[in-house]
């Protein structure tokens, strides 16, 4: 089975600051048609998750700009340029790739 | 607006049974897999099980296998969790989640097991 990786697991982050979170994968998420199934999720607290990012680097619809992801292969990071007060949470990723499917042990963001 | 909106959930004891239900609006239902994703308390998400929404094809995690049956009712527009043989550890919030990557969840429904 495919294991995800996060790192850090708690980002204390100052408001305005940039903040980057890290996803390995123990195998490479491309897959056989060509796309790469790696997904971030956000969780506010006392809220369901939320996609924020799928395959890679597209952002959802709603989406605020300042969330970015990037990556290939089996490294993968998601960005945000500013954290602002709504972004506390804990951010997933999820490989698609894959069966079973696997979530990433998650990255809890707070502000300092 | 996609809304998903899962019920059944409820304390149950070891070895019990329940059935949650995910009701589905806003989107063609039968075009889409489905798939039901779970949160122990204070820990991560764990994927449970999923169902193809054009064909039958089903999966499951290694820990629900044999236990767990995912159904869907397409002219009621429902995702369903049969889960039998019920244990401590899954005690979780259950999520119905919308396509293969997952791009709307409904509000989730708790599911306790204890004596």
């Known amino acids: 089975d495919v294991v995800m990786t996060q790192s850090p697991l708690s980002l204390p982050v100052t408001l305005g600051q940039p903040a980057s979170i890290s996803c390995r994968s123990s195998?490479?998420?491309?897959?056989?048609?060509?796309?790469?199934?790696l997904d971030w999720f956000q969780q506010r607290p006392g809220q369901s998750p939320r996609r924020l990012i799928y395959?890679?680097?597209n952002r959802d619809s709603g989406v605020p700009d300042r969330f970015s992801g990037s990556g290939s292969g089996t490294d993968f990071t998601l960005k945000i340029s500013r954290v602002e007060a709504e972004d506390v949470g804990v951010y997933y990723c999820?490989?698609?790739?894959?069966?079973?499917?696997?979530f990433g042990q998650g990255t809890k963001v707070e502000i300092k | 607006e996609v809304q998903l909106v899962e019920s059944g959930g409820g304390l149950v004891q070891p070895g019990g049974s329940l059935r949650l239900s995910c009701a589905a609006s806003?989107?063609?239902?039968?075009?889409?897999?489905m798939s039901w994703v779970r949160q122990a308390p204070g820990k991560g998400l764990e994927w449970v099980s999923s169902?193809?929404?054009?064909?039958?094809?089903?999966?499951?995690a290694d820990s629900v296998k044999g236990r767990f049956t995912i159904s869907r009712d397409n002219s009621k527009n429902t995702l369903y969790l049969q889960m039998n043989s019920l244990r401590a550890e899954d005690t979780a919030v259950y999520y119905c989640?919308?396509?293969?990557?997952?791009?709307?969840f409904g509000q989730g429904t708790l599911v306790t097991v204890s004596s």
């Open positions: 989640a919308k396509e293969w990557q997952f791009d709307a």
């Open positions: 999820m490989q698609g790739t894959h069966w079973p499917r696997a």
């Open positions: 395959k890679v680097s």
């Open positions: 195998q490479s998420l491309v897959h056989n048609d060509g796309n790469t199934y």
């Open positions: 806003g989107f063609t239902f039968s075009k889409y897999a």
């Open positions: 169902f193809s929404g054009t064909t039958s094809n089903t999966y499951y």
